[in-house]
T-cell receptor, first 114, second 115 residues
């Protein structure tokens, strides 16, 4: 398929461990977003990439969270020293760089921190 | 800053009845407004968007929404509900133009269709 692909779909880890979540956007989409969705809540913005650079990282909750997109395509969200409160579904979306371009979302990576 | 408020976390309607999902926005700049739908175990999908052109916007699956600046609202409607409309619906807002790409979502409304 040509949609946004996220791996793993499910990740269970222990408190204090390091986690990486991967997002493979739609080919040709220069904009990439990460969101976090907790149970019963709407998606919460984390970070937005335009190409390789983070254009807006104002949603990252603290310095345990970091994201990269080194070649302007695949992105990795990295969480250090995970806490139980980090448990959520992490959503990735991509879009063309156009005004009000549609965001295409992946199915998400469900992270559970025990 | 932009935000949206969705009134009613759960809405139930009978099959064939009118669907009305409410969204009010707050924005310090001219807004772009969106409705997304999330079916179980699927990614969010765009239903429709308002980008300062026509105030009545038509989307997929028979849904439409009207931008009312005086009421700061962008309610989603569908004349006749279908069983396949059961899903979670999210209203979202961002500022107009480039440099305002951050999309802020509401808390969602779960729509249940009663046979």
């Amino acid at each position: 398929g040509a949609g946004v692909s996220q791996t793993p779909s499910n990740k269970v880890t222990e408190k204090g461990k390091y986690v990486e979540l991967r997002c493979d956007p739609i080919s040709g989409h220069t904009a990439l977003y990460w969101y976090r969705q907790s149970l019963g809540q709407g998606p919460e913005f984390l970070i937005y990439f335009q190409g390789t650079g983070a254009a807006d990282d104002s949603g990252l909750p603290n310095d345990r969270f970091f994201a990269v997109r080194p070649e302007g395509s695949v992105s990795t969200l990295k969480i250090q020293r995970t806490e139980r409160g980090d448990s959520a579904v992490y959503l990735c979306a991509s879009s063309l760089t156009e005004d009000a371009g549609e965001l295409f979302f992946g199915e998400g990576s469900r992270l559970t921190v025990l | 800053a932009q935000s949206v408020t969705q009134l009613g976390s759960h809405v139930s309607v009978s099959e064939g009845a009118l669907v009305l999902l409410r969204c009010n926005y707050s924005s310090s700049v001219p807004p772009y407004l969106f409705w997304y739908v999330q079916y179980p175990n699927q990614g969010l999908q765009l239903l429709l968007k308002y980008t300062s052109a026509a105030t009545l916007v038509k989307g997929i699956n028979g849904f439409e929404a009207e931008f009312k600046k005086s009421e700061t609202s962008f309610h989603l409607t569908k004349p006749s509900a279908h069983m396949s409309d059961a899903a979670e619906y999210f209203c979202a807002v961002r500022g107009a133009g480039f440099g305002n790409e951050k999309l802020t979502f509401g808390t969602g409304t779960r729509l249940t269709i009663i046979p």
